[in-house]
């Protein structure tokens, strides 16, 4: 199957401090890919659709500015948590849909846990 | 009402019955329909996806697709203690958008 890699897997910053997570497709292309949060005992909530070569869409209630999307190539998507704050800690993860294959079957990363301080 | 509902459980089976997983969708325009499964502190997989009303089977594993209703469900025959996680049922294509509604998940614990 396919595989989307997401780094780090794991973060503790302090307050104020940005984080950088990657996103990357290893063996396919991806046109799309998606942001998630996921609070303890909660399901998925889309944060953001990363598209390549152009601007994310984001959800309502979601800060464009606070939460940087890049997705600068078919096979990586970048999230940055500008200013982390307490309550952004949470568990984000990754998906992407392989370009072309029309299946609708999201590959997900192994998410990355984010505490701030 | 949320767009794709599901019960949060706990759902407690014995081993070796079957699980039965639910998950009711609010808009009639919905095109595809996927069953994922997430352990603890893990990301989701993809369990069985289903696009036409009837059954689909795969192993253990049957989803059940009602479009009139709109309910799909997902059996787990001869369930085994390592099913144990939350089902998350996810939702593709309402009203023509191409974004992943994804219910609130069913924890499911197989009694060993």
Known sequence: G???????????????????????????????????RQFPKQSLMLMATSNEGSKATYEQGVEKDKFLI?????TLSTLTVTSAHPEDSSFYICSAERGGANTGELFFGEGSRLTVL | QKEVEQNSGPLSVPEGAIASLNCTYSDRGSQSFFWYRQYSGKSPELIMFIYSNGDKEDGRFTAQLNKA???????????????????????????????????????LKVLA
């Open chain 1, 70 to 74: 890049n997705h600068a190539s078919l």
């Open chain 2, 69 to 107: 209703s709109q309910y799909v469900s997902l059996l787990i025959r001869d369930s085994q203690p390592s099913d144990s996680a939350t089902y998350l049922c996810a939702v593709n294509g309402a009203s023509g958008t191409y974004k992943y509604i994804f219910g609130t998940g069913t924890r």
């Open chain 1, 2 to 36: 396919a595989v989307v890699s997401q780094h780090p897997s794991w973060v503790i910053c302090k307050s104020g401090t940005s984080v950088k997570i990657e996103c990357r497709s290893l063996d396919f292309q991806a046109t799309t890919m998606f942001w998630y």
